[in-house]
């Protein structure tokens, strides 16, 4: 069951306000779909993904009291699943290049570094769209909502919303291409391909 916007800002303010289990539990069962999914987008791998997403819902309860009043939870479990996943990337990325017998695995380091590399760059390609357009392309391309909830969501139109995210992808294409560690990410641009071109 799909609750509307001021139902679920209701549940928000329950849960913040009076510590509401039910509350909790609704929003759990509304979103936990969702953000499953991307993370598995994100990371690929299921178990991982199982573990990241309790653990947000974990932080969802702990950080109840700093929930933003009139706001649903879905903005904010996107951007702490989203930041959740990319963290775990990381330790990924970290923990192959410290367990490899470096001698064995020409490369590894490299390897390790060109990720760390992309998921820098196209977090701060991101950070420098403008707001709205920003916006649009974490509900669209992280939250993986579609053109027509973003532009709901948002009341903008759906010819709007894709105009943001034809710009914004190509805002970060450039960006990218613009930086000078750009040769080194020529060969391998998975973390790119798997945002910008779903």
Known sequence: MQFSESAEIALVRALREEDS???FDALYHQHFPAVYANILRLVRDETAAQD????VFIRLWERRK?????????NWLFVVSYNRSVNHLR??????L?????????GTEDDWQVHSIQLDMLEKAIDQLPPQRKKVFLLC????????EAATELKISHYTVKEHIVKATRFIREYIHLQPEWQTLVATIPFFTAILEQ
């Open 141 to 148: 391309k992280i939250q993986g909502k579609t053109y027509a």
């Open 52 to 55: 990241i997403v309790q653990e």
């Open 98 to 106: 410290q367990t490899a017998d470096l001698s064995n695995t020409p």
């Open 91 to 96: 330790s990924v990325l970290r923990m192959r």
């Open 21 to 23: 289990m039910t509350a």
């Open 66 to 74: 700093l929930l933003q009043e009139g706001q649903p939870a879905g």
